[in-house]
Structure formats: structure tokens, C-alpha cells
């Protein structure tokens, strides 16, 4: 096939074979004469783009693969920064190495044997041996048997030292310590819990995240694509374009961790894998088909590559540039983990964004019109989106669109009232992970026989002139366990004039009874008088992050929506227009979090959602799905400045319509990937963001946005100039373009 010169005026199809003129519009055989769009696609540009990005790949992948061991998954990572729980955290560290204990409990319901006592004693004086992977055993406490007469169970207090390399350590730690112990046999009970068991299982659900989460998301775009495009040789290139920018993403974050202090966690990796993926196919459906439209009406391929670049590029830079600002949002958060999101997703996004704009259609170019195989673009074929499903749908809309918006509007206020089975305040351990790990069943024995707060105490610290009153009041306190006050073993008594001591709580540390406890405490210690006293330690780090995350929702949430209707304001140049996005946006949102809070109480049976819940499905949600609008809006507003708004919310619709949804089912599915993990917290999101999603691209933007457009008409424009109508250049006599309605 030869290609025509560039320039050269193609027929359309859909005008009878008749070019259009060239027009300030942008006319259908006028293209770009310069700028990015020719330097991505040209004949000989092209070559130059491929070989920057395989240079680019092949330097990034090495570094992407070291991510892992830049994690930060210490405590002080998720803490928020200036809370008391934090302080003391880092206080303690003067005192002794940060250590979390593992607690080894032994139990038979009938009561232990001699031959119990004799393994217990023997397994406990074998674990004071252990010095490996972070535990000190020479430090380790008891056995301590639940009662004097006739035991049932025993606990040992195992600590772990948690430095720059805890995390990794955490779990071999714990298999240390079950290779001594195995996991009972004849009906002698035998778990490891407490902080270090429950990380350990944390530990063992993120191993593996990326792999898990990459083959997940890459199985959904891999099977969405071949249903999207029905070839099976042009999947390959979207998918080749997206792991390209998730290696050089991850490398990029991978430098900023090492060495400028960029924290990064499994958390962020893991949402990391999923936005990129999500995020630049959502990118390179849009290109495509953007692209298919011109090659139908250009013989050169490089001038319709250009035309799409020119066209379709605008929305996907503000579609990036919305995610991307959305993300830098967090950085305002209170939360460590959440503050440190917000750079991590940021990147992932934008580095994604330059591939799609860059690395895409340089290879889409370079393998030619073959590559859409079996299902052949060729010049001056029909436009399949004229007569489509789409189509059809505007044109029934458009006969009632008030009452068709008003109907959709109560529907989805409807399912908004699900939010009153919303329970986003905290998940217990027990309740943290989709199956029962050991350190859960461990839980569950230790508080049978012991106090609930046994292994995860209470952290005071305060200075050492005041040390009596302050632990008198902490005993004293209501939730504290009588005599349970101590200066732990392996701790220096006085640091600095302060002095660290902990105590144990009466009900399990994750609680929200322990919680209460906690503000009693602080209450109690804060009242007397030139102690600077804190209170630390695992519950209140929960107490803590509550309140932050509460916080933050505030906070956050109003400037994601500030910084979406700014860039819709740009982009459109129009006050009513955004308004009414944000507006379905918010609908959209609450409709999805109703809809979520009733799966999980009667379908999935979780017992709640984590504290950051709303805040993580409103950011993705608001900035991911507002894409959407943006891909239906810019195309609406093209089509509009020439033929009207009505006739341009007709087109728009039929035209964007199909990869508008293509473009939501990939993003559900690779959300829905976070299912695979086997933590509530992550399948909550996944869940919540996927049906989002859905809800936004078949109802909110297909139905919703599309009647309120046609009801406001001309006026959404405002203050635009095109609020008074179309100005089609003179001349232009072209007839409607497709989704015409008679």
C-alpha cells in the first residue's frame, strides 16, 4: 500500500465521497503541520521514539526489579507523622532497637500434662537460643501460665527486632520459631500470634504482591482487549506499551525511594501496578479508536496517526493531568501511607501518560494497518458507530431527556442509602484477612485463657521525676490489667531523664474498647503535672490512624474535587458544564459506596471497612472515572462548535460510546484484581472502585451526563461563546455528522 502524500484530502465516508474544506475547526483532511503529534508518528520519527523508550525499558527494568527492596513497610511508614503514638515510637528507640513481640501459645482445653510442662519448658529454653533474623530469645518471657493450679495454657514473649530490615525478616523470624515448635500435636494446641505472628501473616499476604497483581491485571486487559478489538495481534501492542511504562514507573520510583527519600510501601507498590495498567489502557483505547475513524478517512497512516494525536490528545492529557493532580492531592494527607500514595500513584500515571502519547503510536505506526487484523480499518470503509448501540441510545434519550436524567438521578440517590450500612471504622485483625491465618486462631486461643491485651501492650513514656505518679495513674486506669505495669527486659530504665514503661490492657489491642482505653490513659498521664507524658503502642497507633484518616477525609476529598472542576473548567472553558460533571461525579460516588457497604454486609459478610475506605474509592473514583466524562465531553464540545449542542451530544455519544465502555470494563477488571489478595482491606477497594466504575460508564456517563447535556442545551456552555449556539465557519455545508437524530 502506498501511502499518500501528506496533506492530501481524503473522502469520508459519511459525506458521500465529497472532502470537507479545511476549517479553524479543525477539518476532516486537515492535519497538524507540526508539534508532538508529527514528531511521535512521522515516517522517520518514529524510529527515533521506539529506540529512546526500548533504551529506556531496557535501563529500567533492572532498577523496576529492585523495588521490593526499597519498600518501607515500618510502622512509622503508615503512622501519621505528628501523632503521640508516633512520638513515642520513635522516643523508645533511645531506650532499645524498635521490637515487636511474637507471642508462642501452648493450649489443651482439658488442661496441660506433665508431658505438656516438660515440652514447654524444652521447646522455650530452645527459643532463648534463637538469634537469628532479628529475634532476641535471650530477652525472651516465661513461659506464663494462665493459672498456678491445673494450667491450661502457657504464652511465651518472643521479641523481634524491627529495624530497616524487619519486614523482610519478620517472616523467617516467625518460621524460626515454628520449626521449634511445630503446630501441636495430640490435642496440644500450639500457635504464634501477637504483633509478630499478625505481621508475619501481613508479611507472608504482601510476598508476592507485585507478581500477583501484575499477572491478575494483565490476564483482564489481555481478555478485554481480544474482546474489544477482536485481533488478536493488536492486543499486543497496548499490552507491550503498558508493562514498557510500569518498568520505567517503577523504576522512577525505585531511584526517588533510594535516594531522595521517597516512601514507598506494599500498599502504594501494589495500587501502583493497577493504576498503570488501568490507567494507560484506559489511554490506549481512546487513541485507537480515534485512530480506526481516521484511517477509515486517510490512505496514510501517518496522517492519521497525527490527526488521532491531535484530536483525541487534549482529553487524554487532561484525563492524565486530572489523575495525576488528583493523586498529588494525598500529599496533604495526614497519614504517612496516604501522603506517600499520593507521589508514588502520581508518577505511575504520568509515566503511563507520555508511553500512550509516545511509545503507542509510534508502534501502532510502524506495524501499520495489519496490526488491526481481522477486522481491517481500510479508506473510505463505513464508520460502524453510526448505526451502533449508542446511537441508538441518544436517539432515545433525546426524546425525553429531562425525564430520562430525573429517573436515573432518583435511582442512583436510591442506592446511595446504602451508605447507612457503611461501617468504615477499622477492621479488627480477626477480621483483616478473607481466610484465618495462624496468628488469628492464635488470637482467639491466647484471649481465651489470658487478658485480650496480652502481647501488644501499652507504651508509656514520661520523665523519670515523675515516673511514680505517671504509673500509678496508668494502673489505675479502667482497661489496664492490674500488676501488669513493667519496664520491659531489654530496655534501659532511664534515657535521657525519661523512663519507658509498658502495661497490658484488658481487652485485644485492635479493639475499639482498647481504643478508649488508650484516651483514658492519655487523659489520665496528660493531667499530671511536668511529666510529658505519651502513650503509644499498637492501639494507640489505631486510635491514631482513626483519627488522621477522619482528618484527611475532610481534607482531602474537597480539594480532589476542587482540582477536577478546575481542570474541567480549563479544558472546557465553561462554569455549567463542570458543575453538572461534578455533581453526577458526587451521585456516581455515593451510589457506588451505597451499593459496596450492602455487598459487603449481606453478600461478602465483612464485618467493616478500613478508616481510609471512602477516602481511597473517592480519590480513584473522582479522578479515574471523571476520564470518562472528560472522553464524552471534549468530543461533545468538537462536534458541538459545528453543529450544535444537541446534534454534538449525539455524536459524541455514538462516537465514544463503544470505547468509552471498553475503556471502564478493562478499569473494573484490573481493580478487581485486588481481589486475588488475601486481605479485606484490599478486596474492599477493588470491589468498590470495579463497581464504580461500571455504575459511571453504563449509567452515569452514557445516561446521565448525555440527558442533562440535551435538557441544558446550548446554556451548558456558559460563559462561553458557544452558550449562544454553533458558529460553523461560512461555507460549511456539510450535513450532520453521525448519530443523527430526525
Not at 451508605?419 to 480477626?430: P, S
Not at 459511571?696 to 440535551?710: A, E, G, K, P, Q
Amino acid at each position: 500500500m502506498t501511502d499518500a502524500p501528506h496533506g492530501t484530502p481524503q473522502p469520508s465516508p459519511r459525506e458521500g465521497g465529497t472532502p470537507r474544506p479545511p476549517s479553524r475547526e479543525g477539518g476532516e483532511a486537515s492535519a497538524p503541520r507540526g508539534g508532538v503529534a508529527r514528531l511521535v508518528c512521522g515516517p522517520r520519527s518514529k524510529w527515533v521514539v521506539l529506540i529512546v523508550w526500548i533504551a529506556v525499558i531496557l535501563l529500567a527494568f533492572p532498577l523496576a526489579q529492585k523495588l521490593g527492596d526499597a519498600q518501607d513497610n515500618d510502622a512509622s511508614s503508615w503512622l501519621p507523622g505528628s501523632a503521640e503514638s508516633t512520638q513515642v515510637l520513635h522516643e523508645s528507640e533511645g531506650f532499645r532497637p524498635e521490637m515487636i513481640p511474637a507471642v508462642v501459645v501452648w493450649a489443651r482445653a482439658d488442661g496441660l500434662t506433665p508431658a505438656d510442662r516438660a515440652r514447654i519448658a524444652e521447646e522455650s529454653a530452645r527459643i532463648r537460643q534463637l538469634d537469628d533474623h532479628g529475634l532476641r530469645g535471650d530477652e525472651a518471657r516465661g513461659p506464663v501460665f494462665d493459672r498456678p493450679v491445673d494450667p491450661r495454657a502457657a504464652q511465651l514473649y518472643v521479641p523481634i527486632t524491627m529495624d530497616e530490615k524487619g519486614w523482610e525478616r519478620i517472616g523467617p523470624a516467625v518460621d524460626s520459631l515454628r520449626e521449634i515448635t511445630g503446630t501441636g500435636t495430640a490435642g496440644l494446641a500450639v500457635h504464634i500470634t501477637g504483633p509478630g505472628g499478625t505481621s508475619a501473616d501481613f508479611s507472608e499476604a504482601f510476598e508476592g504482591i507485585d507478581s500477583t497483581l501484575l499477572l491478575a491485571a494483565l490476564g483482564v486487559v489481555v481478555v478485554a482487549l481480544l474482546i474489544t478489538y477482536r485481533s488478536p495481534t493488536l492486543l499486543l501492542v497496548p499490552v507491550f506499551a503498558v508493562i514498557g511504562a510500569l518498568f520505567a514507573a517503577q523504576a522512577v520510583i525505585y531511584l526517588l525511594a533510594a535516594h531522595a527519600g521517597l516512601t514507598v510501601n506494599g500498599q502504594s507498590a501494589g495500587i501502583l501496578t493497577v493504576l498503570v495498567f488501568g490507567a494507560g489502557t484506559d489511554y490506549a483505547l481512546l487513541l485507537v479508536a480515534r485512530y480506526r475513524e481516521e484511517l477509515r478517512r486517510h490512505e496514510d497512516r501517518h496522517e492519521a496517526m497525527a490527526l488521532a494525536l491531535h484530536r483525541a490528545g487534549p482529553a487524554v492529557l487532561a484525563s492524565g493531568a486530572t489523575v495525576v493532580l488528583g493523586m498529588l492531592v494525598l500529599m496533604a494527607a495526614e497519614m504517612n501511607s496516604t501522603r506517600g500514595l499520593g507521589p508514588v500513584a502520581a508518577i505511575g500515571v504520568a509515566v503511563a501518560l507520555v508511553a500512550m502519547v509516545t511509545l503507542f503510536p509510534a508502534l501502532l505506526v510502524l506495524f501499520g494497518r495489519w496490526i488491526f487484523w481481522p477486522v481491517i480499518p481500510h479508506t473510505g470503509s463505513a464508520e460502524p458507530t453510526e448505526r451502533g448501540v449508542w446511537a441508538r441510545t441518544g436517539a432515545r434519550i433525546a426524546r425525553r431527556p429531562r425525564t430520562v436524567w430525573t429517573a436515573t438521578a432518583l435511582v442512583l440517590a436510591v442506592f446511595a442509602l446504602g451508605l447507612t450500612q457503611l461501617r468504615a471504622e477499622g477492621i479488627d485483625n480477626a477480621d483483616a484477612f478473607t481466610g484465618k491465618p495462624d496468628s488469628i486462631t492464635g488470637q482467639e486461643v491466647q484471649a481465651r485463657y489470658f487478658p485480650a491485651g496480652s502481647g501488644d501492650p501499652l507504651v508509656v513514656v514520661s520523665d523519670v521525676g515523675r515516673a511514680r505518679e505517671v504509673g500509678a495513674v496508668v494502673a489505675g486506669t479502667e482497661g489496664v490489667v492490674p500488676g501488669s505495669l513493667l519496664v520491659p527486659p531489654g530496655t534501659v530504665p532511664v534515657h535521657e531523664g525519661r523512663v519507658l514503661f509498658e502495661a497490658t490492657l484488658t481487652d485485644p489491642a485492635d479493639s475499639q474498647a482498647a481504643r478508649d482505653t488508650v484516651e483514658r490513659v492519655r487523659d489520665a498521664v496528660h493531667a499530671v503535672p511536668d511529666a510529658d507524658a505519651r502513650v503509644g503502642g499498637g492501639s494507640a497507633a489505631l486510635l491514631d490512624m482513626d483519627t488522621a484518616t477522619t482528618h484527611d477525609n475532610l481534607l482531602i476529598i474537597p480539594l480532589v474535587l476542587l482540582v477536577v472542576l478546575l481542570v474541567l473548567m480549563a479544558l472546557l472553558r465553561s462554569l455549567v458544564a463542570p458543575l453538572l460533571l461534578i455533581g453526577t461525579v458526587v451521585l456516581s460516588f455515593a451510589a457506588a459506596l451505597g451499593m459496596s457497604a450492602l455487598a459487603f454486609r449481606y453478600v461478602f459478610d465483612y464485618a467493616g471497612e478500613s478508616t481510609d475506605f471512602p477516602l481511597f474509592v473517592f480519590v480513584f473514583l473522582v479522578a479515574l472515572g471523571i476520564d470518562y466524562n472528560i472522553f464524552l465531553t471534549t468530543r461533545v464540545r468538537e462536534e458541538a462548535r459545528k453543529h450544535g449542542t444537541r446534534q454534538g451530544v449525539l455524536t459524541g455519544l455514538a462516537a465514544t460510546g463503544a470505547v468509552i465502555t471498553s475503556a471502564g470494563l478493562v478499569l473494573a477488571g484490573t481493580f478487581a484484581a485486588l481481589g486475588t489478595l488475601p486481605m479485606v482491606a484490599f478486596a474492599e477497594i477493588g470491589f468498590a472502585v470495579a463497581l464504580g466504575v461500571l455504575l459511571d460508564t453504563f449509567i452515569v456517563r452514557s445516561v446521565l451526563v448525555t440527558s442533562l447535556f440535551l435538557d441544558v442545551g446550548d446554556r451548558v456552555w456558559w460563559p462561553h461563546r458557544m452558550a449562544r449556539g454553533p458558529a460553523a465557519p461560512a461555507g460549511d455545508a456539510s450535513p450532520p455528522p453521525l448519530g443523527t437524530v430526525p
